[in-house]
C-alpha cells in the first residue's frame, strides 16, 4: 500500500531509507552514520550505537557525512565515512568513522578534530541497551580501574545513573547467549532515559558531573571506540508472528475505566479557542486545562478570556499555575486569587508549581532557589479555599522523579511526556510508547493510589527543561526538542496518541491530555499551514474518540508484536468494540480469531498507522 508521506507525517520529506548491514547472524541498520536495532539471530541486542554532537542547548547536530564507502559479503561488512559539524562563529569539527562487523563481533570507531576549536555539551559514543525483556535482568558492569559489579538494569525508573565510571558492560540477550559491550577514550556512565520516556537505557560519554558546555582545543584528537562482543549459541527463537505474516490478537484479563480527556488551552491560543468553541463541544473532553505564568505577562485578560471559554461547557476547568516564586508563595497565589474573582472564574482545580521547577537539574549541578513545595502547597489551599491543588511537574517525569513532591495534601499528581527530547526519527518517537508503562508503574511506586494525570503530551516540545530555548524548526523537519513537529499534522500523530492512550490504561489515570485546540498543539489546522486553516488534523479523530470513550470499562488486548500493533477492547455505549491501531509505516495484517470478533472481521488489514474499529463477538 502507498500513502502519500504528506498523509502520514505532514510533510514531504521523508527519511533516507536505512542500509542494512549483516555478517552471518550479526545485523544493523546504518542510519545517517549511525547504527540501529542491532540484532543477534533476530534479537535486538542494542537499540543504537550512536556518535553524536550535542551544543549548549543540548541540541544535537546533523552532521555533514562525506565519502561514504559500504562493503560487505556474507560474513563481514565494513562503513567509512567522514562526517563534519558546524558550531557558531564559523567553528568546525570532523570526526573520522570506522564500522567493522561480523559474525560475533562489532567495533565502531572514531577519531574527531577541530583546527578552530569546538564548544559542545557532549561529543562522543550513545549506547542505547533496549528495555522490554531487559528491564530488570542482571548485567555485570565493568569499572574504569577493572574491577566487576554484579547488578541488574533497573526495573523502576532510576532518577539518577545507574552506572557510573564504566568500561563495559555485559547482559544476556537470551539463554545461552552474552552480549559484551565496552568502551574505550574516555570514562562512561549511564542514564536510565527511561525518565524522558526513550526506549532505553543510555551510556554515554562524559560524565555530567564534569563541566559542560565545554571546548575541544583547536588541533586535539580525540579517539573513542565502542565494541560489541557476541558468546554463546542461541538454539531456538520463539515466534511473535504467525506463519502467514499476521499478528495474533487475544483478548486478556486486566480490565480498568477510560481516563478522561482533557485539551490545553494558553493565553496566546484564548482567542483562537473562543473563536473555534463549538469545536470543544464536538470533542467533549471532560478538562479543559488553562495554562498560567505570569513570568510570561499572563494576567487579567487570559483570565477573562479562559472565563468566556469555559462559560456553557460542561467540562471541569484546571488551571496550569507555573507560580514565579520571585516573592513569597503566600503573596503570589493572594495576587492571582484576586485575579480570579474579579474575573468571576472558579476553576475546579489548580495544578500548581514553581516556575523554576521547570528546568531541569541534571546531576552535579546546583539545585537552583525554590521555597519548600509545603510552603507553596499551603499558600495555594490557603489562597483558594474549596479548590483541589494538584501539584506535580508541568515538565516531564524526568523531574517529578528527581524532585519527588510532598503529595499527602495534594489532590491529585500530573507530570507530562515528550518524545523527541533526544531523538525524533520516526522510530524513535514511536519506541518511547514503550516506555510508557514503566513511566506509570514508577509513579505509582512513589505515589500510591494518589489521582494522577499526564499532559499536555504532544509531538512538538512544549517547552525546554534542558536548554534556554526549544529549537525553532521553520522547514518542517524531524528535529530533537523542536516546538513544531509537521508529523503533529498527520496521520503518524493519530496513531502515536491512541498508542499512547493503550500503553497508560494500567495507570488508572483521571485524566490524560494529548493536545490543545488550537495552535501548534492543536487539533485543527492554524494560520500558514500547508492544509486549509480550521480543518481537523487527524489526531482530532483520537481525542474525539477518546473523549467519548472516557468512563466506559476497557478490557487488554494482547498483541503478539506490540511494537506494530496495538490494540484494546472497550464496552460503552454502542456496545463492544475493538480498537486497533498499526504504529508502523508499514501495512499490517492482523489475526484477530473468530473468537474475539465477527468472522467477517477475523483477518483485517491496517495500513501505515492506521486505525480500526471492530465489533466483538458477542
Known amino acids: 500500500m502507498t500513502v502519500d508521506p504528506f498523509v502520514l507525517y505532514g510533510t514531504h520529506l521523508v527519511e533516507t531509507p536505512a542500509v542494512r548491514l549483516s555478517a552471518g547472524k550479526l545485523e544493523a541498520d546504518l542510519v545517517e552514520g549511525n547504527l540501529r536495532t542491532i540484532r543477534y539471530d533476530g534479537t535486538e541486542v542494542l537499540r543504537a550505537i550512536s556518535y553524536l554532537v550535542r551544543d549548549r542547548d543540548w541540541g544535537t547536530y546533523s552532521p555533514e557525512i562525506s565519502g561514504l564507502r559500504i562493503t560487505q559479503d556474507k560474513d563481514r561488512f565494513e562503513v567509512v565515512y567522514r562526517a563534519g559539524c558546524e558550531g557558531p562563529d564559523n567553528t568546525k569539527l570532523a570526526i573520522d568513522v570506522g564500522i567493522v562487523g561480523t559474525s560475533d563481533r562489532l567495533d565502531f570507531v572514531a577519531d574527531a578534530v577541530s583546527h578552530t576549536g569546538f564548544e559542545t555539551n557532549r561529543c562522543g559514543f550513545c549506547i542505547l541497551h533496549p528495555i522490554v525483556g531487559v528491564a530488570g535482568t542482571p548485567a555485570t558492569v565493568e569499572r574504569v580501574d577493572g574491577t566487576l559489579r554484579a547488578t541488574e538494569f533497573p526495573e523502576l525508573i532510576d532518577p539518577w545513573q545507574p552506572f557510573k565510571d564504566m568500561r563495559a558492560i555485559t547482559h544476556t540477550v537470551v539463554p545461552g547467549v552474552t552480549a559484551e559491550c565496552r568502551m574505550e577514550g574516555d570514562t562512561f556512565e549511564m542514564e536510565d532515559q527511561r525518565n524522558w520516556s526513550d526506549a532505553s537505557y543510555k551510556t554515554y560519554v562524559r560524565p555530567l558531573a564534569l563541566p559542560w558546555p565545554y571546548q575541544i582545543p583547536a588541533g586535539d584528537r580525540i579517539r573513542q571506540r565502542t565494541s560489541l562482543v557476541i558468546r554463546g549459541e542461541r538454539y531456538s527463537r520463539p515466534a511473535a508472528i504467525a506463519s502467514d505474516g499476521s499478528i495474533p490478537l487475544e483478548l486478556g484479563t486486566r480490565t480498568g475505566t477510560m481516563p478522561g480527556i482533557g485539551v490545553v488551552v494558553t493565553p496566546e491560543e484564548a482567542g483562537a479557542v473562543l473563536a473555534a468553541k463549538s469545536l470543544l463541544s464536538e470533542i467533549a473532553p471532560q478538562e479543559i486545562i488553562f495554562h498560567f505564568d505570569a513570568n510570561a505577562g499572563h494576567g487579567m485578560e487570559a483570565i477573562e478570556r479562559f472565563k468566556a471559554i469555559a462559560d456553557g461547557q460542561r467540562n471541569r476547568s484546571t488551571l496550569e499555575l507555573a507560580l514565579p516564586c520571585r516573592r513569597s508563595p503566600a503573596v503570589e497565589t493572594a495576587e492571582i486569587a484576586d485575579i480570579l474573582r474579579s474575573a468571576s472564574f472558579r476553576p475546579d482545580a489548580i495544578m500548581i508549581s514553581p516556575s523554576v521547577d521547570r528546568q531541569s537539574t541534571p546531576p ?91 499532559g499536555p503530551s504532544s509531538i512538538p516540545m512544549r517547552q525546554n527543561p534542558y536548554g534556554s530555548r526549544t529549537m525553532e524548526n521553520l522547514s518542517g523537519n524531524r528535529i530533537p526538542m523542536a516546538n513544531l513537529d509537521p508529523r503533529h499534522s498527520g496521520r503518524f500523530a493519530e496513531a502515536f496518541a491512541l498508542g499512547y492512550a493503550i500503553r497508560v490504561l494500567d495507570a488508572g489515570l483521571e485524566c490524560l491530555t494529548l493536545s490543545a485546540l488550537t495552535g501548534p498543539f492543536g487539533l485543527v489546522a492554524g494560520p500558514g499551514e500547508p492544509t486549509r486553516q480550521g480543518d481537523w488534523r487527524p489526531l482530532f479523530n483520537t481525542v474525539r474518540t477518546l473523549s467519548m470513550l472516557s468512563g466506559s470499562r476497557w478490557q487488554e488486548c494482547v498483541s503478539s508484536a506490540p511494537s506494530k500493533v496495538l490494540a484494546f477492547a472497550v464496552t460503552g455505549a454502542s456496545g463492544r468494540k475493538l480498537h486497533i491501531v498499526n504504529v508502523t509505516a508499514e501495512e499490517q495484517t492482523l489475526d484477530c480469531g473468530s473468537s474475539i470478533v465477527a468472522p467477517a472481521a477475523a483477518g483485517v488489514t491496517i495500513g501505515p498507522y492506521g486505525v480500526a474499529v471492530l465489533p466483538l463477538a458477542h
Request: charged residues 20%; aromatic residues 10%; glycine residues 8%.
Open 364 to 454: 552535579g549541578s546546583k539545585w537552583p532557589d525554590c521555597p519548600p513545595l509545603e510552603e507553596v502547597y499551603g499558600a495555594a489551599h490557603s489562597a483558594f479555599p474549596g479548590i483541589r491543588i494538584g501539584g506535580g511537574m508541568l515538565s516531564y517525569f524526568t523531574e517529578l522523579n528527581r524532585k519527588r513532591v510532598p503529595a499527602d495534601d495534594l489532590g491529585f499528581v500530573s507530570h507530562c511526556t515528550n518524545p523527541i527530547v533526544h531523538a525524533a526519527d520516526d522510530l524513535s518517537v514511536m519506541q518511547t510508547l514503550e516506555t510508557l508503562p514503566f513511566i506509570t508503574r514508577s509513579v505509582r511506586a512513589i505515589y500510591g493510589e494518589k489521582p494522577y494525570r499526564i
